[in-house]
């Protein structure tokens, strides 16, 4: 969520090589953000080649906001 909170729209590729999952584990990820509403994917070609973009929605975008809120509260109690 951190890197496409960052770049707003990034595709699979990026995506993997920026968070050093594996595809397996990546794409279950990006799934169940899908399925929440966090992120939408956009599957086509660029060409020939297959291309798979991921944008954060709106509520991701909050979500994630809210997330960095309770974090940085949490920690200043430490």
Not at 9 to 22: C, K
Not at 48 to 75: I, S, V, W
């Amino acid at each position: 969520m951190s890197i496409l909170y960052a770049a707003n729209q990034a595709d699979f590729l990026y995506l993997l090589r920026e968070s050093g999952l594996t595809k397996g584990n990546l794409s279950a990820h990006l799934g169940k953000l899908e399925a929440v509403g966090y992120i939408e994917i956009e599957k086509g070609y660029v060409g020939k080649l297959p291309q798979t973009l991921c944008r954060m929605t709106e509520a991701g975008r909050r979500a994630f906001e809210n997330y960095r809120k309770q974090l940085g509260d949490f920690l200043e109690k430490l």
